[in-house]
């Protein structure tokens, strides 16, 4: 209890006509009002001649008439926050997010020991993350989107009733505080679009509460350590872009409750593990350039709720394996057991399903570009009729184009080039979708079909590098969004049909060799 709650206090206690004139609190708004920018609506309402300021726009009191609370989020406040904002004691919320508030957090912020939220973020604010931010009440502490620069001190990571830590997309530099293991209410821990190096401490096994754990876009190096094992909540695990290697972290004991699994563009070694057919709440899995190698397991056809599968970019191996578009209706009603042996006998893996929507989900987006995959394109992948993007480029895959790929009229990317394909292209949808369509560098023969007539609204046609016969169909003319057609280098013959006149946003046509 200092002098200032003294002030605050007896001038409403006693009524006073006389005027001790305005609180400390409130003078110390006033003095950071120098330095804040304020829109004139709360300006007009910081009045010196107030007793207090518990009714200033932006401020909350308790029943003594201490500030507890400064809430300007989102009103348009630029410039400064002053050194005054120390002298605010009692405060135990501070929300200036969503503001344009530039300059450094003042390290006077230590004194305001009360705080349990303190939300910075999406301001302008720069220089270090002061090392005095150790309030032992903190539980939400939301710097993220600013230009906060330095390392992570120590010390921010002291208390256990941290909940919430978003320090995102800022500058931060150095690696992440082993402290962070002290943390054992910590369930959102953001630290991604920065620049964090060294290795991920063993000590984050501690914070066994983790729910979201975002690093991406960092240098981060080595492995992700073992002890994430020990926390059984992980819902979102994100290390996309950085320098990680060894082997796929977690294990089947601390995936059960994981939905998005994102390492891509890392080092990660190894196999794609089989434990992962056990986390059954998975959505998201995405691997994307890795030096990952061997089969894709089976048990990932037990993924029910399983809709973007990224595996381009790696050294994976063998067949594609049967993929099916919905779970056949009879598999749907086996238990567990009896499914997984149905799916090891046939070798099918779903790949990509619409979420929720049972046994009629549906694949949605499949990319495996840049593998070693060998043999032929399953025959049904639009099965469930929802298939958006097909990316099988740069594999080894050999045989046709199947008919039901060329049929799916919700496919909108279509990307085969730089396999073994061969035999006729397959015929369009009469309600295709296809925007881009990509087959070049293949041993596609046969003609081109009319029916390439029905992609109203594709914009590029590449299918350069192919042994494809005949004359271009005068239904070419019928597609009025493309900007590209390139049909070079193939054994095509014959005129060049004047309908094609009317593809009037044509800026390439090449028809050479
Ligand atoms: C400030 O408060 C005083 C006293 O209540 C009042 O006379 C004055 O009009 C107020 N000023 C503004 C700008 O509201
Ligand atoms: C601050 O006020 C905004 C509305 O202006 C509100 O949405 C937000 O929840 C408040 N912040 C806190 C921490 O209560
Ligand atoms: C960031 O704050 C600005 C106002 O300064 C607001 O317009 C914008 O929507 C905010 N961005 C986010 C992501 O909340
Ligand atoms: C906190 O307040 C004390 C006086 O009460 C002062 O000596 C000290 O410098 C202040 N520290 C910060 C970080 O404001
Ligand atoms: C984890 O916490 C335990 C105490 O709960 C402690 O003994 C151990 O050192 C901590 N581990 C790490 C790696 O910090
Ligand atoms: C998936 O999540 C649900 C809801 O949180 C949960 O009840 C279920 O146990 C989880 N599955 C596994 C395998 O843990
Ligand atoms: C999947 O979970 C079951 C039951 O917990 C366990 O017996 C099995 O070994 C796990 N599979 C893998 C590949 O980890
Ligand atoms: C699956 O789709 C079929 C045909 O559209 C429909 O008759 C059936 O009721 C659907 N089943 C479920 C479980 O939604
Ligand atoms: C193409 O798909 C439609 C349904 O989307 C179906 O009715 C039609 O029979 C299919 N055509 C061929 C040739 O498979
Ligand atoms: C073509 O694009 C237009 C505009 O985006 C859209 O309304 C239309 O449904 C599309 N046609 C097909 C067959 O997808
Ligand atoms: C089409 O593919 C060929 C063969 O790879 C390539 O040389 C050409 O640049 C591509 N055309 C366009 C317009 O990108």
């Known amino acids: 209890m200092g002098s200032d709650l003294f002030y605050c206090f007896s001038l409403f206690l006693f009524s006073i006509p006389i005027s001790f004139g305005l609180c400390p609190d409130g003078q110390a708004l006033l003095a950071l009002s120098k330095n804040l920018v304020l829109p004139s609506s709360i300006k007009s309402s910081w009045n010196s001649s107030d007793p207090n300021p518990c009714d200033w726009?932006?401020?909350?009191?308790?029943?003594?008439?201490?500030?507890?609370?400064?809430?300007?989020?989102?009103?348009?406040?630029?410039?400064?926050?002053?050194?005054?904002?120390?002298?605010?004691?009692?405060?135990?919320?501070?929300?200036?997010?969503?503001?344009?508030?530039?300059?450094?957090?003042?390290?006077?912020?230590?004194?305001?020991?009360?705080?349990e939220y303190l939300d910075f973020s999406n301001n302008s604010l720069t220089g270090d993350i002061p090392n005095v931010l150790n309030f032992k009440r903190l539980s939400?502490?939301?710097?993220?989107?600013?230009?906060?620069?330095?390392?992570?001190?120590a010390s921010l990571f002291q208390?256990?009733?941290?909940?919430?830590?978003?320090?995102?997309?800022?500058?931060?530099?150095?690696?992440?505080?082993?402290?962070?293991?002290?943390?054992?209410?910590?369930?959102?821990?953001?630290?991604?679009?920065?620049?964090?190096?060294?290795?991920?401490?063993?000590?984050?096994?501690?914070?066994?509460?983790?729910?979201?754990?975002?690093?991406?876009?960092?240098?981060?190096?080595?492995?992700?350590?073992?002890?994430?094992?020990?926390?059984?909540?992980?819902?979102?695990?994100?290390?996309?872009?950085?320098?990680?290697?060894?082997?796929?972290?977690?294990?089947?004991?601390?995936?059960?409750?994981?939905?998005?699994?994102?390492?891509?563009?890392?080092?990660?070694?190894?196999?794609?593990?089989?434990?992962?057919?056990?986390?059954?709440?998975?959505?998201?899995?995405?691997?994307?350039?890795?030096?990952?190698?061997?089969?894709?397991?089976?048990?990932?056809?037990?993924?029910?709720?399983?809709?973007?599968?990224?595996?381009?970019?790696?050294?994976?191996?063998?067949?594609?394996?049967?993929?099916?578009?919905?779970i056949p209706r009879?598999?749907?009603?086996?238990?567990?057991?009896?499914?997984?042996?149905?799916?090891?006998?046939?070798?099918?893996?779903?790949?990509?399903?619409?979420?929720?929507?049972?046994?009629?989900?549906?694949?949605?987006q499949i990319d495996f570009t840049n593998n070693n995959f060998v043999g032929g394109i399953p025959p049904n992948l639009c099965h469930g009729k929802q298939l958006e993007v097909l990316n099988l480029g740069y594999n080894l895959l050999e045989g046709n184009v199947p008919a039901d790929v060329g049929n799916c009229s919700s496919l909108r990317r279509l990307i085969l080039r730089n396999n073994k394909l061969s035999g006729s292209l397959p015929d369009f949808a009469e309600d295709s979708s296809l925007l881009y369509m990509d087959l070049r560098e293949n041993n596609l023969n046969g003609p081109l079909p009319p029916s390439v007539g029905n992609c109203v609204n594709v914009t590029m046609i590449n299918l350069s590098s192919n042994k494809i016969k005949g004359s271009v169909p005068q239904e070419i003319g019928k597609l009025v969004n493309l900007h590209v057609l390139d049909l070079s280098s193939n054994r095509l013959y014959g005129q060049l049909p004047s309908q094609i006149s009317q593809c009037s946003k044509l800026d390439i046509l090449n028809l050479s060799f």
């Open 57 to 115: 726009v932006g401020v909350e009191c308790d029943l003594h008439f201490n500030m507890v609370s400064f809430n300007l989020s989102q009103q348009g406040v630029s410039g400064k926050l002053g050194p005054e904002i120390g002298l605010l004691r009692h405060l135990q919320t501070v929300d200036l997010s969503n503001n344009e508030i530039a300059g450094s957090i003042p390290s006077e912020l230590g004194n305001c020991t009360h705080l």
């Open 159 to 326: 208390n256990g009733h941290l909940e919430t830590v978003y320090l995102n997309q800022n500058k931060l530099t150095g690696p992440i505080p082993a402290s962070i293991g002290k943390l054992s209410s910590l369930k959102y821990l953001w630290l991604s679009e920065n620049q964090l190096s060294g290795n991920v401490p063993d000590s984050i096994g501690n914070c066994t509460k983790l729910e979201e754990l975002s690093l991406f876009d960092n240098q981060l190096t080595g492995a992700i350590p073992e002890t994430l094992n020990n926390i059984k909540g992980l819902s979102y695990v994100d290390a996309n872009t950085n320098d990680f290697q060894g082997r796929i972290p977690l294990s089947s004991s601390s995936c059960g409750q994981l939905q998005m699994f994102i390492l891509s563009f890392n080092r990660f070694k190894g196999e794609i593990p089989a434990w992962l057919g056990n986390c059954s709440n998975l959505t998201v899995f995405a691997v994307v350039s890795n030096q990952l190698s061997g089969l894709i397991p089976p048990s990932i056809s037990l993924l029910e709720n399983l809709e973007i599968l990224y595996l381009s970019q790696n050294s994976l191996s063998g067949p594609i394996p049967r993929l099916e578009g919905i």
């Open 140 to 153: 939400f502490l939301s710097l993220f989107t600013n230009a906060l620069s330095g390392t992570i001190p």
């Open 330 to 364: 009879e598999l749907g009603q086996l238990s567990q057991s009896q499914k997984l042996s149905a799916c090891l006998q046939n070798y099918f893996t779903v790949v990509s399903y619409l979420k929720g929507l049972g046994i009629n989900s549906s694949l949605v």
